[in-house]
């Protein structure tokens, strides 16, 4: 178990280095480009495969650091690049963080490596819990997964949604009701394998920001998957789902952690790091124009107006960097979120990044509205961090119900 520190060691520095080159090299020049297409940049992907960035190989070493500090470094450098082209390249982490929370080491073995593929044929993955009814309020999911006990397959049907590469996807993780009377507690996730009969896409949304990552919608009609794509195997579940029926009998009040939760619990603090990433690069942009934009005869970082901007931005940046690092710390550390130190994490970094990313839009004046600076589209990607995988009315919520325990 590694100890909190807040100096990244000589690895750590080597790999946030090398990742800071790709990211200033490749994924900048060609952020705008990818933004307007609104395509998944397959190209770049590649290339990040190539290096070593985009691999499980990477992504394991980044998630296993004893520290606690690889993935939320990673990800805050990816996305100081851009965040749309760095969730195209991260996003199928969400999916294999689903099988490393809930799966066998078999099923981590078999499914995490068919997630990405290889430099020469790269693969993605999607994680599918959110529904065109159930996205914040996961009680209210109607996919459904029912065992076919003569032929060991589980048959799923429902419409998921807002699955980042849903339906472009290689391997897909469904979260779907086994017992609908357990609400949240009855959920299960299940491996859904590549040309699978019955998975399509539905509709592909076009969004506000982060726009070169793929997101739709995922129709389940009648899918057919062995018994062993149930994430953690069919004894597990039965063992957790008589156990949550013991305790509604009995009206105990010990949480069952459900599938979905246990994922998003697990990725809230590198979401935040995301956050961090774009706010960052607002901030160095606003900062460098700052320095060089002169008006009444001084550079405008002159006018205490505009450096009070600044200096509250930096601060609000390292504020949520410190946040998203202890959480990441105490997740690997194996320490409980006992005050939801994951939700404030998320919470918190998402808040400033919007904020800090308007801000930077005011300092530039007009040229921050156009898309000439990408500061107007690092505004727009910013917006989502308060939306997905929890948005910040929920984390309030998480964080006010363990204040009151």
Not at 146 to 155: G, I, L, R, S, T
Not at 268 to 277: H, K, L, N, S, T
Request: charged content about 20%; aromatic content about 8%; overall charge negative.
């Amino acid at each position: 178990m590694g100890e909190f520190t807040l100096e990244l060691n000589d690895d750590q520095k080597q790999v946030r280095d090398w990742l800071h080159g790709f990211a200033a090299d490749v994924m900048r020049p060609a952020a705008a480009e990818w933004d307007e297409r609104e395509e998944t940049p397959w190209p770049i992907i590649q290339e990040a495969a190539k290096l070593g960035i985009y691999s499980l190989d990477f992504y394991a070493q980044q998630f296993f650091d004893p520290t606690g500090l690889g993935i939320p470094m990673a990800m805050e450098e990816l996305f100081w690049g851009d965040a749309g082209i760095a969730l195209s390249i991260v996003g199928t982490g969400l999916a294999a963080v689903g099988v490393l929370a809930n799966g066998t080491e078999e099923q981590i073995g078999t499914w995490v490596p068919q997630m990405y593929g290889d430099a020469n044929d790269v693969k993605v993955a999607a994680f599918c819990s959110s529904e065109p009814d159930a996205g914040s309020d996961v009680a209210s999911m109607r996919t459904r997964a029912v065992y076919d006990e003569a032929k060991d397959e589980w048959v799923l049907n429902g419409t998921k949604t807002w699955a980042t590469n849903g339906g472009i996807a290689n391997v897909h993780v469904v979260v779907a009701v086994v017992d609908p009377e357990l609400g949240s507690k009855g959920h299960a996730s299940f491996i859904v394998p590549p040309a699978t009969p019955g998975l399509s896409q539905g509709q592909k949304f076009q969004k506000h920001g982060i726009r070169a990552s793929h997101t739709a919608e995922v129709v389940l009609e009648d899918v057919r998957i062995p018994g062993s794509c149930l994430l953690g195997g069919k004894d597990k579940l039965d063992e957790r789902l008589a156990r949550a029926r013991e305790k509604a009998r009995s009206g105990g009040g010990e949480r069952v952690k459900n599938a979905a939760m246990a994922t998003f619990e697990a990725s809230r603090p590198a979401v935040g790091a995301m956050a961090v990433g774009t706010a960052r690069a607002a901030y160095e942009v606003a900062l460098d124009y700052a320095r060089t934009r002169v008006q009444f005869g001084r550079p405008i970082i002159e006018n205490q107006g505009v450096a009070f901007q600044l200096a509250d931005m930096a601060t609000q940046i390292d504020a949520a960097r410190l946040l998203v690092w202890r959480a990441s710390w105490m997740a690997t550390a194996g320490k409980p979120f006992t005050h939801a130190e994951g939700s404030m994490s998320k919470l918190y970094a998402s808040e400033v990044a919007k904020s800090v990313t308007a801000q930077a839009i005011q300092i530039l004046g007009g040229n921050g509205y156009t898309r000439e600076y990408p500061v107007e589209r690092m505004h727009r990607d910013a917006a989502i961090y308060t939306i997905f995988e929890g948005t910040s009315e929920i984390q309030r919520m998480v964080i006010s119900r363990a204040l009151a325990k």
